[in-house]
């Protein structure tokens, strides 16, 4: 099984920031990893897939990288919409959440 | 428009079957390349991947579960079903279905539903 391990759990941001999330695999996922932002009460939506490419809809200032085990996401600009819970998803052998991370804001 | 809409049984007791009900829109599970997975939330906690079944049946189980998950299809209906045997409260949790495709690759979830809270008690 593939483990991912996400950090930090928590993050506390002002706005405009500029905020990173990583995810470490427990072995090569050759960058098949997806990011989801989750509001409470909502269902996941999907941001960010196949490392960096963004999904139709998806702002300018959400970037994702990485490559082998290790993976990062990131908003630039922090702004008050994006207050949520983001999970990093592996889907290179079948499919594994990180523990995910709450941003807050300052 | 794709859309998808899980229901359940709102509350059941330990030791009973869960059978859950993802009916979707907008695609056909008997479309080459498509596929339907299910997802829980425990309140306030992460994401667990449970399952998956793809057009062509193919079916993938989380292995920490898959002694206790069945996945399976109603393609004329456009649903798809997941039943958890023998559950407890650690299966307390909001559970979403949600659409998988593969294309050269598999593409992770992009449609979600809205969740259906399930609650285990006695």
């Known amino acids: 099984d593939i483990q991912m391990t996400q950090s930090p759990p928590s993050l506390s941001a002002s706005l405009g920031d500029k905020v990173t999330i990583t995810c470490q695999a427990s072995?090569?996922?050759?960058?098949?990893i997806a990011w989801y932002q989750q509001k409470p009460g909502k269902a996941p939506r999907q941001l960010i897939r196949?490392?960096?490419t963004l999904v139709s809809g998806t702002p300018s200032r959400f970037s994702g990288s990485g490559s082998g085990r290790d993976y990062s996401f990131s908003i630039s600009n922090v702004e008050s919409e994006d207050i949520a819970s983001y999970y990093c998803?592996?889907?290179?052998?079948?499919?594994?959440f990180g523990g995910g991370t709450k941003l807050e804001l300052k | 428009q794709v859309t998808l809409k899980e229901s359940g049984p709102g509350i059941l007791q330990p030791s009973q079957t869960l059978s859950l009900t993802c009916t979707f829109s907008?695609?056909?599970?008997?479309?080459?390349?498509?596929?339907v997975g299910w997802i829980r939330q425990p309140s306030g906690k992460g994401l667990e991947w449970l399952a998956n079944?793809?057009?062509?049946?193919?079916?993938y189980y989380n292995p920490s579960l898959k002694n206790r998950l069945t996945i399976s299809k109603d393609t004329s209906n456009n649903q798809a079903f997941l039943k958890i045997t023998n559950v407890d409260t650690a299966d307390t949790a909001t559970y979403y279905c949600?659409?998988?495709?593969?294309?050269?690759?598999?593409?992770?979830?992009?449609?979600w539903g809205q969740g259906v809270m399930v609650t285990v008690s006695s």
């Open positions: 949600a659409r998988s495709r593969f294309t050269m690759m598999v593409l992770p979830f992009d449609y």
């Open positions: 907008g695609f056909s599970l008997s479309t080459y390349g498509m596929g």
């Open positions: 079944i793809w057009w062509d049946d193919d079916k």
């Open positions: 072995q090569n996922i050759n960058k098949y």
């Open positions: 196949y490392t960096s």
């Open positions: 998803l592996q889907y290179d052998n079948l499919w594994t």
